[in-house]
């Protein structure tokens, strides 16, 4: 069974930052690509980051140039660092996994809450 275990949400004002970590096993993340979604209360779920066994990233608009998305190998961790926090980026945060060029994420974590304060 497929594991994804995240941590480091919390609460943090406008302009701070926080760091995601996503860990799964050694097989599950040597192989799959990772990405970062969110979901604030009343949207959508949306994808926030991804990131390539290869290590290729892209980013949603939205984030860009804030957020930096990044994998450790010898961990099996993937990072989602977020600077310049804004109130729109209190959502849960979801870690996703897929096996590359995979049209959909079928390996989900169990969310992290990221409340950023005005």
């Known amino acids: 069974q497929v594991q994804l275990v995240e941590s480091g949400g919390g609460l943090v004002q406008a302009g701070g930052s926080l760091r995601l970590s996503c860990a799964t096993s050694k097989v599950m993340f040597s192989i799959h690509d990772m990405g970062w979604y969110r979901q604030a209360p009343g949207n959508q779920r949306e994808l926030v980051a991804t990131i390539t066994t290869g290590g290729t990233t892209s980013y949603a608009d939205s984030v860009k140039g804030r957020f930096t998305i990044s994998r450790d190998n010898a961990k099996n961790t993937v990072y989602l660092q977020m600077n310049s926090l804004k109130p729109e980026d209190t959502a849960v945060y979801y870690c996703?996994?897929?096996?590359?060029?995979?049209?959909?994420?079928?390996?989900w974590g169990q969310g992290t809450q990221v409340t950023v304060s005005s």
């Open positions: 996703a996994a897929k096996r590359p060029y995979a049209s959909s994420w079928p390996y």
